[in-house]
């Protein structure tokens, strides 16, 4: 029995807007693209950017002109007779008791924009990628801690660029390893 794959329209979308971020990386910022395997497939590949902070430039001004239409289409929506409640129940906002409709306004207008549940966590999550240099699984806790052993965890034992980032950081510190 097979299955169909279907793919939601928030997915449609949002693989169009990852595309949309990747051509303005290239056509606006500059960099290429390199076509990669993905692991385990023999005939699949992805696209990659050559330089990942152009990819990082390019979603930023995504997220400015997306900021900047929420705005817009906010201020339309009041002019079509839409109440600032029904705004903030479309952006599903936490409201920290307040009601959503001041909690969009406050957003929006005043650019306050709210926390998850009004509360912070004193969790730091962690970001998870593959290092180029050793092809190990790395765990990065941010650059919060002082050491890089700190940081990042999951680089192999022979990784020459975790091995670079010791005497570097022992020179930038003065420590004395």
Known sequence: MSETFRVTESGQAAG?????I??????????????VPIPGFTI???????DPLAGIRAALLMRRVAEGQLYDY??????A?????????VLNLPTGGVPVGKAAFDWLVCGR???????????TPSAYWRCTTCGEQVT?????????TDNETGHADSC???????????????WDE
């Open 16 to 20: 169009r807007i990852r595309e949309l």
């Open 22 to 35: 990747r051509r303005i990386a290239v056509e606006v910022f500059g960099t290429t693209e390199t076509e």
């Open 44 to 50: 699949f590949t992805d696209r990659k950017l050559d």
């Open 74 to 79: 906010a201020r339309s929506a009041r002019a």
């Open 81 to 89: 007779g839409r109440s600032w409640d029904e705004i903030g129940a």
């Open 113 to 123: 924009v709210p926390e998850r549940d009004g509360i912070r966590s004193f969790r």
């Open 140 to 148: 990065d806790d941010g650059p919060f801690e002082s050491h890089p």
């Open 160 to 174: 020459t660029r975790h091995r670079a980032d010791l005497p570097a950081w022992a020179e930038l510190t003065g």
